[in-house]
């Protein structure tokens, strides 16, 4: 299946970029925030060169099967920079960031002291592509709402610091993306994720890139329980995607192939089709 390439780079999404990498030189520690359904399509290179050491948030770890997001942390973990698996709306896994950040502003202060310094508060900033729940981990590191967290991409426009408490500072920034979107695999993910905006591309065509991928997944992927089925009372196995998406459009949605699709699409990103990992370490 050929689809159009897909690039969406808005004029906020420039400033944020241009803003973020000026906000950088001021920040103590980066956390990335990655889609842990797609840790190698949810990151930006920008921050491989701005940002290399820090931590890495595998964020959505309720909707990847457990073993998997394992994986993927033992596989990028790397001695200056942990992984960290979380759920931000429910705040699983921040004990862990909170012990690491706890770290760092030790590390810091006691330095900041060997040279006569006060002790400031830790700058951390948190970073990442659009949709993946930056501003959710936010709130929930916070204890309060201070950031606007929706289920859409491109909800945060600017860079804002907040504070917690004395010894944290954390600058919530809008999802980035890269100018050009070079992989367009990666492209096609971040779009089933609902990382990029719905504006861009063909909803059918991505509803079926997205049954195309769940038709060759390996098992540790994938729930055993197969979600589909369990969802529509339609077997996969009965069809190829495309069969598979007409027959559900006969089924519940009057005929209509877009919105079958896109029926598909929102279980998956709400998690009603099970756990599923667009990718694996090994492969993309
Ligand atoms: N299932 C699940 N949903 C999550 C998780 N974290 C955030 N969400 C949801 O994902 C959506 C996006 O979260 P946001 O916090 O707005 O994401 P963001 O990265 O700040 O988004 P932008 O403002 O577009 O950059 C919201 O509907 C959240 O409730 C998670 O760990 N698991």
């Given at each position: 299946m050929q689809l159009p390439p897909l690039q969406w780079y808005p004029g906020h999404m420039a400033r944020a970029v241009k803003n973020l990498t000026a906000h950088l030189q001021r920040v103590d520690v980066v956390i990335e925030v990655r889609d842990a359904r797609i840790p190698h399509s949810s990151t930006h290179p920008l921050l491989a060169t701005l940002a290399p050491t820090g931590v890495i948030v595998l964020n959505r770890?309720?909707?990847?099967p457990f073993p998997v997001g394992q994986r993927w942390s033992e596989y990028l973990t790397r001695p200056e920079r942990p992984i960290i698996l979380t759920e931000a709306r429910q705040g699983q896994g921040l004990a862990q960031l909170r012990q690491s950040l706890a770290q760092v502003g030790h590390g810091l202060n006691q330095r900041r002291q060997r040279r006569g310094m006060l002790p400031r508060a830790v700058r951390v900033a948190v970073v990442g592509?659009?949709?993946?729940g930056k501003s959710a981990l936010i709130n929930r590191l916070l204890g309060r709402r201070v950031a606007s967290s929706a289920p859409?991409?491109?909800?945060?426009r600017q860079c804002q610091w907040v504070r917690l408490g004395g010894d944290l500072e954390l600058l919530d920034t809008p999802g980035i993306l890269p100018p050009?979107?070079?992989?367009q695999q990666a492209a096609i993910y971040l779009a089933i994720c609902d990382?990029?905006?719905?504006?861009?591309?063909d909803g059918y065509l991505i509803g079926l890139a997205l049954l195309a991928r769940l038709w060759v997944l390996?098992?540790?992927?994938?729930?055993?329980?197969?979600g589909l089925h369990k969802r529509y009372?339609?077997?996969?196995?009965?069809?190829?995607p495309e069969g598979y998406l007409a027959a559900l459009a006969e089924k519940?949605?009057?005929?209509?192939l877009n919105r079958s699709a896109q029926m598909v699409l929102n279980d998956f990103r709400r998690g009603n089709l099970g756990q599923i990992a667009l990718e694996l370490p090994d492969f993309h």
């Amino acid at each position: 299946m050929q689809l159009p390439p897909l690039q969406w780079y808005p004029g906020h999404m420039a400033r944020a970029v241009k803003n973020l990498t000026a906000h950088l030189q001021r920040v103590d520690v980066v956390i990335e925030v990655r889609d842990a359904r797609i840790p190698h399509s949810s990151t930006h290179p920008l921050l491989a060169t701005l940002a290399p050491t820090g931590v890495i948030v595998l964020n959505r770890r309720d909707q990847v099967p457990f073993p998997v997001g394992q994986r993927w942390s033992e596989y990028l973990t790397r001695p200056e920079r942990p992984i960290i698996l979380t759920e931000a709306r429910q705040g699983q896994g921040l004990a862990q960031l909170r012990q690491s950040l706890a770290q760092v502003g030790h590390g810091l202060n006691q330095r900041r002291q060997r040279r006569g310094m006060l002790p400031r508060a830790v700058r951390v900033a948190v970073v990442g592509c659009p949709n993946v729940g930056k501003s959710a981990l936010i709130n929930r590191l916070l204890g309060r709402r201070v950031a606007s967290s929706a289920p859409k991409a491109g909800v945060t426009r600017q860079c804002q610091w907040v504070r917690l408490g004395g010894d944290l500072e954390l600058l919530d920034t809008p999802g980035i993306l890269p100018p050009r979107l070079e992989d367009q695999q990666a492209a096609i993910y971040l779009a089933i994720c609902d990382d990029i905006s719905e504006a861009v591309y063909d909803g059918y065509l991505i509803g079926l890139a997205l049954l195309a991928r769940l038709w060759v997944l390996p098992s540790p992927a994938v729930n055993p329980q197969n979600g589909l089925h369990k969802r529509y009372q339609l077997a996969p196995q009965d069809h190829t995607p495309e069969g598979y998406l007409a027959a559900l459009a006969e089924k519940k949605c009057g005929g209509n192939l877009n919105r079958s699709a896109q029926m598909v699409l929102n279980d998956f990103r709400r998690g009603n089709l099970g756990q599923i990992a667009l990718e694996l370490p090994d492969f993309h």
